[in-house]
Each structure stands twice: as structure tokens, then as C-alpha cells.
């Protein structure tokens, strides 16, 4: 492959593009994209395993969303939702209340990014019940805005030299039990990773100043953990027990990307608010809130708007979003493709001693590299190296972590496109092990 035109646009980036907004990988410059198909400036063509960080579930311009786009624009693009209605804003807010879990009244309130949308929660949770507290979890990443950044705990850089970020918000572990701290067994342990959290509420957390929990029903970009049922519940009847609201974080696993609309429907667990962004529009900025009315009831206007959020063009692209993910099928698809891209992982696993753990819920799944099976220390370099090398073979996948390939296809993704990505991976895994991927690919391949 030759990557000039792509090698270009990077040196002339380099010159306008603030690099700390950036985690590079490799020189990927972005032509056209089809389904799971993209193209690069040089004309090579590309898997896409990645879907643009989960954010296009429906695959690159999908001919539906590009007409229902190109029909918005005709009529209008914008007009402040502050100061006028719009129909494309309400039908899909009634889509969004259906599709989302819990049979009570629920109101929407929009925004253009996850990370906003984070914030008008932490604003709602704290109106609604009076108290400041909020509990999220160590590794999360919920935004780049002063409040989300403040729920994530993630990355140093992101904190550093920016605060003070906002009071009282605590981090947990999140119950991880491939790396389990307390060295049990998921089916056999009695959640010994709830004990710091029940101690801390009875002795140094009076539950009563707790407004809620954010939890991420898979844990995205701190490794694409997968709790155990049995966790999610019993921290879900605390929060119940305590008046504390159970917010579910659904910007990177909602939409389908799990097989199901949102993820906390496989934990069984209705959350008071559900927040969402990436894929909900197929690629075009918007995020959403959705609570029980009461919580919104909380805040009086003007409290939480955008000049742009709820704009038809973007509310427009959310509404055929769903209908394609409900007439294409595409909730069951992610789950029997799921199903298959882990069933095959786990065949490399039984190969290749690097593959510690392979996990998530339909194509939402995180493939863990380790230095050994025993001390289970992440293997970074292998999946820098392994990714770089996908993506000279024309598959597009990161990684994150210490270490897991993150492996969030299309949902419209082709069986035989799955097929072959999962044939490169394999082959760059191997190509790993021989030691024939260079040292100098660590250059690039950089990574969180
Ligand atoms: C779980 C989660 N929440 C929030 C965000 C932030 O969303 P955005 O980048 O749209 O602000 C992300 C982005 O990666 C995410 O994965």
C-alpha cells in the first residue's frame, strides 16, 4: 500500500491541529466510507473495526441516513430549540422514550456531544435530589467538559494543570474479574468488590448526601469490562435502598452496540436516567438525556440548553437511525455477529498464549493481550504493534487500556468482512509473536 496523500495530510495537521487532542494510532486520513468499508486518501480500503470510536453503529453513509439528511436540509438545518419547536426534535423524543427501558413518564433533553450530556446529568442528579455527591468509577471515560471529565478517571494528562475540577464526586472500582483484586471467581465470590463501597457508606459516605451512581454497563474505554449480573444488581438495590438515582451511561454501548438498545437492559435493571451520544444520529453530533419526568421536573428553564441541540438535521439522521436499527435487524445482528467474532477469539485464545481474556456483549467485545496468563500484566506493546500492522493490512482497530483490542465493527458489517478482519487479526497476531513487526511501529502506534 502507499500512503503519500495520507502522509501529507498528516505533516500539513501537524502544523494546525492541536495535538493533545489526539490519541494516534496511525496515519489513517479519511477519504469516503461505505457500510464497514473506508477509503483512504491513497485509495487503499480499510475494514473498519472501530466504527468511529462506537459512534457509527449503522455504518459509514448509509444511503437512508444520507437521504433523510439531504431532505432535512432542504427544509431547514437549524433553529434554536431555546425559542421555537420543530417536529424532527419530537418524534424523536417519542421514539426515544419507547425504546428506552422503564413504563413511567419520561422527558428528553439533548445536547451535541456525550460529554455534555454528562453534564446536564450531573446538574439534573444533584437538582433532583438535593445532594452532591455522585459516585463513578476508577478507569471511566464520560467527556472532555469540566463535569464529565470530572466523572471520568482515566487519564493523568486529562487532569493535569486544568483545575479544580468539580467537588464530590468519588471513584469506585469498577468490578473487573479477569483482574479480580480479591483473586475469586465471578460465579463463586460474594462481591468482595462491593465491600469498600458498602464501608465507605457506613462510615466516612453518608449515603444520604449520595445524588447517584454512573455506571457504564461495559466499562468502554477503561478495557471494555464486562460486570458481572450479580454486581450491577446489587449496587442498583443500593442506590434503591439509599434514594441514591442509578444513572447508566450509555454514550458508547447504547444504540445497539451490545445487541441489545441499551446495555443495562441485559443486567435486567431500569435506570432513573439514561445518557447517550456517539451513534444515536449515525455520525452527526447529538447526545441525549433521558429521565423519569420528576427528575427533570427538578430544574427550572433556562437550566440546560445549546444553541444547537436538537437541531433538525441531527434529530432528522437519529430518527431513521432507529429505523433502520429496528427494520434492519440490527440488535439481533450484533448479537449473532457478536456471538461469532467472540467464538472465533476464543479459538486464537486456545492458540496464543498473548490472548489473556476475550469478552463483552454482542459487538462490544474487548480481546485482552498479556504479557503472561499468570500475572496478567497487560501487553501494550503487542497491541500497539498488532494494531499498526491491521492497519498495513487494511483493517482499522485500536487499542486501550494496558493492552485489549478494542473490536466495535459496523453493526451492518458483512459476515464475510467480519471474516476477513478476524483472519488479519489473527495474522498480525502472529506475525506479532514472530517478532516481525518492528520496534519503531511504537513510535506511532502511541495509544492512550
Ligand atoms: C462512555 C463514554 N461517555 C462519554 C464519552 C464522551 O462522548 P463525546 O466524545 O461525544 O463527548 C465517550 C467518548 O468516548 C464515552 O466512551
Known amino acids: 500500500m502507499k500512503y503519500d496523500r495520507c502522509m501529507e495530510i ?10 493533545f487532542a489526539r490519541i ?60 421555537t419547536y420543530s417536529e424532527p426534535l419530537i418524534s424523536l423524543g417519542e421514539k426515544l422514550c419507547r425504546i428506552t427501558p422503564g413504563d413511567f413518564e419520561k422527558r ?18 444533584r437538582a433532583y435530589t438535593g445532594r452532591t455527591k455522585i459516585i463513578s468509577f476508577v478507569g471511566s471515560y464520560h467527556g472532555s467538559t469540566l463535569g464529565s471529565l470530572s466523572l471520568s478517571a482515566i487519564s493523568l494528562n486529562m487532569r ?13 472500582k469498577y468490578p473487573d474479574c479477569y483482574r479480580c483484586s480479591y483473586s475469586k471467581e465471578s460465579d463463586s465470590c460474594s462481591l468482595e468488590c462491593l465491600r469498600d463501597f458498602k464501608e465507605a457508606l457506613k462510615t466516612y459516605m453518608p449515603p444520604e448526601e449520595i445524588a447517584a451512581v454512573v455506571m457504564e454497563p461495559i466499562a468502554g474505554d477503561a478495557g471494555l469490562i464486562v460486570p458481572p449480573g450479580k454486581y450491577v444488581n446489587e449496587l442498583y438495590r443500593i442506590c434503591r435502598e439509599n434514594g441514591i438515582l442509578f444513572v447508566s451511561e450509555e454514550v458508547q454501548q447504547g444504540f445497539g452496540r451490545t445487541g441489545k438498545w441499551f446495555c443495562i437492559e441485559h443486567f435486567n435493571v431500569v435506570p432513573d436516567i439514561i445518557v447517550m451520544g456517539k451513534s444515536m444520529a449515525s455520525g452527526v453530533p447529538l447526545s ?31 430518527v431513521e437511525t432507529i429505523n433502520i436499527i429496528e427494520e434492519e435487524g440490527l440488535l439481533e445482528r450484533s448479537r449473532e455477529l457478536g456471538d461469532y467474532a467472540k467464538a472465533r477469539f476464543n479459538e486464537m485464545k486456545k492458540k496464543y498464549e498473548l490472548i489473556g481474556d476475550v469478552r463483552g456483549k454482542g459487538l462490544s467485545i474487548g480481546v485482552d493481550l498479556v504479557k503472561d496468563r499468570i500475572t496478567k500484566e497487560g501487553n501494550k506493546e503487542a497491541a500497539a ?25 459496523p453493526l451492518v458489517i458483512s459476515k464475510e468482512e467480519l471474516d476477513r478482519a478476524l483472519d488479519i487479526i489473527e495474522e498480525s497476531i502472529q506475525e506479532f509473536i514472530n517478532n516481525e513487526i518492528p520496534d519503531s511501529v511504537l513510535d506511532v502506534a502511541v495509544g492512550w
Request: aromatic share 8%; glycine share 8%.
Open 385 to 409: 504493534k498488532i494494531c499498526y500492522r491491521c492497519w498495513e493490512k487494511g483493517v482499522i482497530v485500536i487499542f486501550l487500556a494496558s493492552g485489549v483490542l478494542r473490536i466495535q465493527p
Open 24 to 83: 494516534p494510532y496511525y496515519p489513517l486520513a479519511i477519504k469516503r466510507g461505505r457500510g464497514a468499508i473506508i477509503e483512504d486518501m491513497d485509495g487503499n480500503k480499510f475494514i473498519d473495526m472501530l466504527s468511529s470510536a462506537s459512534s457509527l453503529n449503522t455504518g459509514h453513509s448509509h444511503p437512508r441516513i444520507t437521504k433523510a439528511i439531504t431532505d432535512q436540509l432542504e427544509d431547514f438545518i437549524s433553529y434554536t430549540a431555546a425559542y
Open 108 to 125: 428528553v433533553v439533548y445536547g451535541l456531544s456525550g460529554s455534555d450530556a454528562n453534564d446536564g446529568m450531573i446538574k439534573m442528579v
Open 10 to 19: 498528516v505533516e500539513r495537521d501537524a502544523k494546525v491541529y492541536s495535538d
Open 160 to 172: 493535569r494543570k486544568i483545575g479544580p475540577l468539580l467537588p464530590d464526586i468519588s471513584h469506585i
Open 288 to 318: 441525549a438525556i433521558v429521565a423519569r419526568k420528576e427528575i427533570t421536573d427538578s430544574l427550572g428553564p433556562p437550566a440546560h440548553l445549546f444553541t444547537m441541540s436538537g437541531n433538525a438535521l441531527s434529530c432528522a439522521a437519529s
